[in-house]
């Protein structure tokens, strides 16, 4: 049997490093795109993801892990706070 090996920088590997993130409105994120978001006490999260689209995942709870490559967070729109970038 065969098993193919993932190249090492694919959304199946665990983040390699991570950064806090203060929420603009007119900033990107320092290290450009992460790979996932960790929110320390849970609120709302407004984001960008690819092409610049804003999303908000209301209600998240404290300590969760938001799987999504976003490339800015939001000050208006975003309540949450302690959120880390995960790259």
């Given at each position: 049997?065969?098993?193919l090996k993932a190249p090492r920088d694919t959304?199946?590997?665990s983040a390699v490093g991570a950064a806090p993130v203060t929420p603009s409105n007119d900033d990107d994120l320092t290290n450009g795109e992460c790979r996932a978001l960790y929110v320390g006490t849970g609120g709302a999260v407004s984001l960008d993801v690819g092409n610049s689209?804003?999303?908000i995942f209301a209600g998240v709870a404290s300590g969760t892990v938001l799987p999504?490559?976003?490339k800015r967070v939001r000050s208006t729109g975003t309540d949450a706070s302690d959120i880390v970038a995960l790259y």
């Open positions: 049997m065969t098993f959304d199946l590997h689209t804003a999303v999504v490559r976003a």
